[in-house]
Nanobody, 116 residues
Framework: QVQLVESGGGLVQPGGSLRLSCTASGNTGSFYSMGWYRQAPGQQRELVADMTSGGTTNYADSVKGRFTLSRDNAKKTVHLQMASLKPEDTAVYYC??????????WGQGTQVTVSS
């Protein structure tokens, strides 16, 4: 069993910053990639950013230049630093870890609300 525990969500004004963190515990082993998805009300879940164990990082076009992903393989932790937040960034953010092409683990989700 693998558990992903997220923290750092909340309410922030437009232009503000937040940092999300996610730590894996349990039978973690090694993960091919870790990162974050998000899902806004009435929308499909979309990839925000992820990073492979080799350090290759992928960002959604909508967050490039504003969000920064970092990963500590040894600590099984991934952080998402979000800056210049916009109302359209409002969503539930889900941490994920991928073991193989078909084995994914998900966190419970953390709410990020960007509003004045």
């Amino acid at each position: 069993q693998v558990q992903l525990v997220e923290s750092g969500g909340g309410l922030v004004q437009p232009g503000g910053s937040l940092r999300l963190s996610c730590t894996a515990s349990g039978n973690t082993g090694s993960f091919y990639s870790m990162g974050w998805y998000r899902q806004a009300p009435g929308q499909q879940r979309e990839l925000v950013a992820d990073m492979t164990s080799g350090g290759t990082t992928n960002y959604a076009d909508s967050v490039k230049g504003r969000f920064t992903l970092s990963r500590d393989n040894a600590k099984k932790t991934v952080h998402l630093q979000m800056a210049s937040l916009k109302p359209e960034d409002t969503a539930v953010y889900y941490c994920y870890a991928r073991r193989t092409a078909t084995t994914y683990y998900w966190g419970q989700g953390t709410q990020v609300t960007v509003s004045s």
